[in-house]
């Protein structure tokens, strides 16, 4: 069995204080790797999903790496670039010092199962894309891992999630993904970011996942954006040496925005 660990949505700001809909995205994120750690201190792997970093600086993403150091894990760390990414600090600064520190691996092998890690950012977007390049690299590491279970972690949403605003900001060519996943048997999930809620369905014979964000959360089912009364939180997931899979979500509490009803852009 491996046990993976999976943050997402952090919005982190270089500045600690820095706060997003009136909550400090710093401090629920040092409180949910707290809570991960004192539960799940030997992971097998780390999925860190997209939009850590707020304001996108150097500054943020290393603050993220440091978060991190604060626990004894040693497990390798994986990357799932979303929306709000840069792209150059992240290959140039951020996976750098993850080598240094952790490991890190946008294709891991686990004891039974492998894991691979998606860029679904898409420049000037909120929206993501995932490039022909990385579609073919997908097609390229499925057909040559063919007994391996395996799960693909990305942070847009690859299937409609019920929500009008958030389903107009998913990802924009997921059908070109279905039609590399279909081809695979052995993709047993698919994970993702980017919803901000807890989502478990199965399409096309394959599991999508959803986790929560680290920060703030979404109101699921909704015509236009609204956030939950729920604290934040992160998933993890055992994945069996029988191709089977089994996860959860475990919550901190607090951390609830003070005005739910706030609509401001972010």
């Given at each position: 069995?491996?046990l ?18 009136g ?24 999925i860190?999903?997209g ?5 996108e ?42 080598k ?167």
């Amino acid at each position: 069995m491996s046990l993976i660990l999976h943050f997402s949505d952090s919005h982190l700001y270089a500045d600690r204080q820095g706060e997003l809909k009136g909550i400090k995205p710093f401090d629920s994120f040092r409180a949910v790797l707290a809570h991960a750690y004192s539960n799940y201190p030997k992971p097998d792997a780390i999925i860190l999903g997209g939009d850590m970093a707020q304001d996108e600086s150097a500054a943020t993403y290393r603050m993220v790496v440091e978060l991190m150091r604060e626990y004894d894990w040693h497990a390798p760390v994986m990357i799932s670039p979303g929306n709000h990414a840069n792209l150059g600090i992240l290959q140039g600064n951020l996976i750098p010092y993850l080598k240094s520190l952790f490991s890190y691996s946008d294709h891991l092998q686990l004891e039974s199962w492998q894991v691979i890690t998606l860029n679904t950012h898409e420049k000037g977007s909120v929206g993501g894309y995932i490039a022909e390049a990385e579609l073919i690299r997908l097609e390229r590491l499925l057909s040559a891992t063919v007994d391996k279970p395996t799960l693909v972690a990305l942070h847009h949403h690859p299937v409609p999630v019920g929500s009008h605003w958030m389903d107009s900001i998913g990802l924009r060519n997921r059908d070109e993904l279905w039609e590399v996943v279909d081809k695979f048997p052995h993709v047993k999930a698919l994970l993702c970011g980017h919803i901000h809620q807890l989502f478990d369905t199965v399409h096309h014979h394959v599991r999508v996942l959803g986790s929560p964000s680290t920060c703030i959360q979404f109101t699921p089912k909704r015509y236009d954006f609204g956030m939950d009364d729920i604290s934040p939180g992160y998933r993890w997931l055992k994945l069996e040496s029988d191709g089977k899979l089994e996860t959860g979500v475990e919550r901190v509490e607090g951390f609830i925005p003070p005005d739910l009803n706030n609509t401001d852009p972010y």
